[in-house]
């Protein structure tokens, strides 16, 4: 299967509850060009956000994703799940920010002819 855009692909990982925030950082990774290769609602909560990067040329890529994230740290990561190019541990520092993403992302579904 081949990847719906260009860009690197992601796993995000934030702790159970945090659904609306995590469907904000997809938006935002989406209208960047990133693609989603996983989501896991199972993480332990943080203070600030991690990101795990698997090979230091794509650091320049992920750092343009810091004016919507904050000033993330890197961590250094142990192993690398299949297909994953970063991984993005949500931290509250994002996830109970009432700033809303400054990207034009909207979403739309269309089910059976009908929009919602």
Do not use: C, W
Not at 58 to 64: F, I, L, Q, W, Y
Not at 83 to 106: H, K, N, Q, R, Y
């Amino acid at each position: 299967m081949s990847r719906p855009s260009d860009g690197l692909a992601v796993r995000i990982v934030a702790p159970p509850g945090s659904e609306a925030r995590v469907k904000d950082a997809i938006a935002i990774l989406l209208y960047s060009g990133y693609n989603i290769a996983s989501v896991d609602l199972t993480g332990t909560p943080r203070d600030s956000t991690g990101v795990l990067v698997y090979d230091d040329a794509s650091k320049p890529t992920v750092d343009r994703v810091k004016p919507y994230f904050g000033d993330f740290t890197y961590g250094s990561p142990t192993s690398q799940p299949d297909g994953v190019d970063v991984t993005i541990e949500l931290g509250s520092d994002f996830l109970t920010s009432s700033t809303t993403p400054t990207t034009p992302a909207t979403t739309s579904t269309t089910l059976a002819g009908v929009t919602g």
